[in-house]
């Protein structure tokens, strides 16, 4: 399990364009991961909007967003198209990514267990190291509350 103040997990995924996207592109910014079930589901596609519709607030204050989850590109891609979407999605079919942050979790719906993805947001700093941490995040607020941590950062 990952710890505020450590450094953060590099991955190598596909964006939603289908070109390659690593987190050590973006050194020297703020960069918040969030991590997110499945495209197209109702808490999925909420949080997405919200992120969506703060990504020049998260620009202005110096920050890259991208949302990460098993699905494909090509989902991805059609996820974005179909709301409208601002943030970049990467494509963690092998959950690699998942599973370095910590987030790929057994999970219980109606009394079955399963594998799944933890919704859950991490905030890294300029550094390369996590800033902070959120887990088992419930969508309304919480782009906002990132965006203040990201805010709080610069001070």
Excluded: N
């Amino acid at each position: 399990m990952l710890d505020e103040g450590v450094k953060a997990p590099g991955f190598k995924l596909i964006d939603d364009t289908g070109k390659p996207l690593e987190l050590g592109k973006f050194k020297r910014k703020p960069v918040v991961v969030y991590f997110y079930p499945k495209d197209d589901t109702s808490g999925c596609t909420a949080e997405a909007k919200d992120f969506s519709c703060m990504s020049d607030a998260f620009a202005a204050a110096g920050a890259q967003v991208i949302g990460i989850s098993p699905d494909s590109a090509a989902s991805h891609a059609k996820f974005k198209t179909k709301h409208g979407l601002s943030v970049i999605l990467g494509a963690d079919e092998d959950k690699a990514a998942a599973e370095a942050y910590g987030v790929w979790v057994e999970k219980s719906m109606y009394g079955k267990k399963y594998m799944g993805v933890e919704r859950s947001t991490f905030l890294i700093g300029k550094d390369g190291k996590i800033a902070r941490i959120w887990r088992e995040v419930k969508v309304p607020g919480h782009a906002e509350e990132v965006l203040e941590a990201v805010k709080a950062l610069k001070k």
